[in-house]
């Protein structure tokens, strides 16, 4: 079996992508913790479309 040497620039590459793959991994990380942030405390709420609802009017009282 031939054992062959991996060539500088290779394992500099290899440096470069593992730096890329935690950029990307902790980009997608924030991504999810604010999505999960904004889910638990309500932030995604009706009325983003721009379409009047019904529940979001003030309630009227009846006046007789």
């Not at 924030?30 to 709420?45: L, P, R, Y």
């Amino acid at each position: 079996m031939v054992m062959r040497v991996e060539h500088e620039v290779h394992q500099r590459r290899k440096g470069r992508n593992f730096g890329i793959l935690g950029v990307l991994l902790a980009f997608i990380l924030i991504v999810f913790g604010v999505t999960v942030a904004k889910i638990q405390t309500g932030g995604f709420s009706e009325g983003f479309d721009h379409v009047a609802r019904p529940g979001m009017l003030p309630v009227e009282e009846e006046s007789q």
